[in-house]
């Protein structure tokens, strides 16, 4: 019965609309100033005035309830529907907020166990987050993966460009991003067993991602001409959901080409220098024995020494 009701409420507001009006006409034919033949019924003038204002609020709401169902009901549920889609996407999605301002990592950073980034200024990126990161690595068990722009691609002055920075000035802030990553690395403190830290490279990053376990922070510069101060966009998406995984998908297949340089709870701070490193440059560790068999030439630090800046062999 109610949902027959609510299926015809222009019917009702019709009907509403029709007793209103012929009960007010009827009201101005009673009213107590007209002439009337001694001995006729006639409304008082309170009960004519109270009647006049029931019936006239009566009318009003009757007319709106006519004209938003004739009308604004459409409107308004297609609007309805379509908010609750975008919220119901945004949900899915995981979309928690949308800034112009740096994105504040800090307390995602020193409580995570998995960090994995594709960053465009390395520089920037380190100076930022690395000691949160190196929080991370020395409480608990930490897997850290690092993309930076690979600095002897064709693309790497489109990178800088991009930046508002010249190849140069990024080229610098890349070394002294990886000089940090390497003399901080457990000088800090003790690293966690287990914790790692990996730099891979890529030709040509358009954005910058940060993956922090279930969640991640994308930030977008201006789309051209782009210069430094301009305001950014950063995206950051809470919970598991397809856009994380899509981001952190990205970050797995660049991955698949072999780390640039990387370390672990075990690395001696004499050999957090690079990826590759020849027999006759490798000192002895402490209780290892010297050995002439070269080191092959893609052995990474988890298992050995690593080599220089420039990914060259020191030989």
Known sequence: MLKLFRAHLWLVATIVVAVAIGALLWIASQQPTNPRPAGDWQLGNTTYSVLVDAFS???????????FELFLRESYAEALQTFLRLNSAI???????????????????????????IVRDPQAWVLAHYAYVLEAATARQTTIVLVFPDPGSPAFPAVAESLDVTESELKSGFDLALSALRQRWGTVGRIHPGSTIKVYLTALPLYEVTCIDESAVCVFDSSAEHRQGDRRLSLRFQTEGDPVTWFRKQVDELTERGEYWAADDRTPAALRRNRLHAAKARKPIEGQAETNTPAPEHENLLNGPIGTLDGKSDS
């Not at 609020?57 to 004209?67: F, H, I």
């Not at 949900?91 to 409580?111: M, Q, Y």
């Open 91 to 117: 949900t899915r999605s995981g979309l928690k907020d949308i800034d112009d301002r740096a994105p504040d990592l800090s307390v995602e950073l020193k409580a995570a166990t998995t960090v994995k980034a």
């Open 57 to 67: 609020a009566l009318l009003g709401v009757g007319l709106l309830s006519l004209v």
